[in-house]
């Protein structure tokens, strides 16, 4: 699943646009799959919302330098929120990956002559 690009301002006030890729799966015992339908509402949609939403969290505590730096640490951050949230929907987080850490142009311009 894609969670789709959003603005994140980090700590030092300064605005990031990311997504993220979402690989999961649903665990194949009837209770999981059970869980996947009846313990939550639209398991997809709320898994990308979940995504969004602790990427927002993660990235906000962190400079725009970090967030582009520590790429490693922020998907492994969101997958284990992501399993710990889900594991009671039946669904396995097998995979997170962010994407497109893109600041705005300007601010791109002014760190690379840094």
């Known amino acids: 699943m894609n969670a789709e690009p ?18 999961f799966r649903v665990k194949n015992d009837e209770e999981n799959v059970k869980n996947s339908q009846y313990a939550v509402n639209n ?8 995504a969004r939403t602790t ?8 400079t725009l330098k ?9 998907n492994a951050e969101l997958q284990k929120t992501l399993r710990n949230e ?7 987080i097998v995979r997170t990956e962010t994407q497109g850490d893109r ?4 601010v791109q311009a002014t760190m690379n002559k840094v």
């Open 6 to 23: 959003q603005e994140i301002i980090t700590s030092d006030k300064l605005n990031a646009s990311v997504d993220a890729q979402v690989y």
């Open 103 to 106: 600041s705005p142009e300007d």
């Open 66 to 74: 970090s967030a582009n730096s520590e790429r490693g640490m922020i």
């Open 86 to 92: 889900t594991g009671h929907w039946g669904i396995d």
């Open 55 to 62: 990427l927002r969290n993660i990235i906000g505590t962190m």
């Open 43 to 50: 398991y997809k949609y709320q898994i990308v919302n979940l």
